[in-house]
């Protein structure tokens, strides 16, 4: 049976409709992918910008907040070493006194014993408990010791008490800022410092067991 023109047009013109209906859906789906594509590209551009522009804000942060800290430790350390330095200052001040006064009646004894004025036994007695007294108080950890140690010593022929005096001098010497050596300075032995009041100190370095 053969078909009729009308229902031949008709049928040309459904196919043409579903045809241009098919076309505009696909021309409206790939309109919304290049649409979502470039959404998405300037999306993720603007993510890795964001990224770029927080790293850069906390590492500009990190080192800010960095510098502030290590500035204040240089800051509190430098005012400690200062306060640490003012202190060893006074002390030194206070200390010089006492140590002169040792010093002289060292220089007093050495004298006595080489026919100069004489000092008796309280005198050199009341001298020695005013020495004790102020280094209680001033006096340095290692002076205390040092003249403890003369002080109880039990067996004192007089070359042992000179080297326990000189002891004593080493330590006044080092609480007083002095550096007994330094690199390529020669340091001072046992036996140097006696040696500005002892001619023949060497004679008695070579009986006596009291180190330095």
Do not use: C
């Amino acid at each position: 049976m053969k078909q009729k023109p009308k229902d031949l047009l008709i049928g040309l013109i459904s196919l043409s409709i579903t045809i241009g209906a098919i076309i505009w859906l696909l021309n409206i789906v790939y309109a919304g992918i290049v649409s979502f594509a470039t959404w998405f590209l300037n999306f993720t551009e603007k993510i890795a910008s964001l990224e770029t522009v927080l790293i850069i804000a906390v590492i500009s942060g990190a080192i800010t907040v960095s510098g502030i800290i290590i500035n204040s430790i240089i800051s509190v350390y430098v005012k400690l070493l200062e306060h640490r330095n003012s202190v060893k200052s006074e002390l030194r001040k206070q200390m010089k006194e006492p140590y002169d006064k040792f010093v002289s009646l060292l220089f007093d004894m050495l004298m006595s014993d080489k026919g100069g004025a004489q000092i008796s036994e309280q005198e050199l007695m009341n001298r020695m408990i005013v020495f004790s007294k102020e280094i209680t108080l001033w006096g340095s950890n290692n002076v205390v010791k040092k003249w403890s140690e003369y002080r109880n010593a039990t067996v004192k022929s007089p070359e042992e008490t000179l080297f326990y005096i000189e002891n004593v001098l080493f330590a006044i010497r080092k609480d007083l800022g002095i550096k007994n050596g330094f690199w390529f300075k020669k340091e001072l032995q046992k036996g140097d410092l006696l040696s500005l009041f002892v001619n023949d100190i060497k004679d008695y370095m070579k009986k006596n067991t009291v180190s330095k």
